[in-house]
Nanobody, 125 residues
Framework: QLQLVESGGGLVQPGGSLTLSCAASDDFILNYRAIAWFRQAPGKEREGASCMLTTQRRSLYKDSVQGRFTISVDSNKNTLILQMNNLNPEDTGVYYC?????????????????WGQGTQVTVSS
């Protein structure tokens, strides 16, 4: 069973940056069709922030993070990365990585099979 472990969360001031990592116990690029970062703000439902279709390496972003977040993979290390720049308080939440065996043009709408435990991101002055 695939295991995903997120790291890199923390407290950052508005306008700052963080880099989240998700280490996988298996080759998720080879074995899954989509990988993603989700987030859940306090009192809100979990939402997709960014995803990548693994065969094309094509990425999608939620409108509110487009241009500020970048999803990437380090295939050699089986690691999914989310670079987050120009953070604002609305980005606060628990961030989760996930993998899906399904395919759709909009990978943010896919069902995801495996999830990490999450890492807390807090944007506050």
């Amino acid at each position: 069973q695939l295991q995903l472990v997120e790291s890199g969360g923390g407290l950052v001031q508005p306008g700052g940056s963080l880099t989240l990592s998700c280490a996988a116990s298996d080759d998720f690029i080879l074995n899954y069709r989509a990988i993603a970062w989700f987030r859940q703000a306090p009192g809100k439902e979990r939402e997709g922030a960014s995803c990548m279709l693994t065969t094309q390496r094509r990425s999608l972003y939620k409108d509110s993070v487009q241009g500020r977040f970048t999803i990437s993979v380090d295939s050699n290390k089986n690691t999914l990365i989310l670079q987050m720049n120009n953070l604002n308080p609305e980005d606060t939440g628990v961030y989760y990585c996930a993998t899906s065996k399904y395919y759709a043009d909009n990978c943010l709408l896919l069902p995801y099979d495996y999830w990490g435990q999450g890492t807390q991101v807090t944007v506050s002055s």
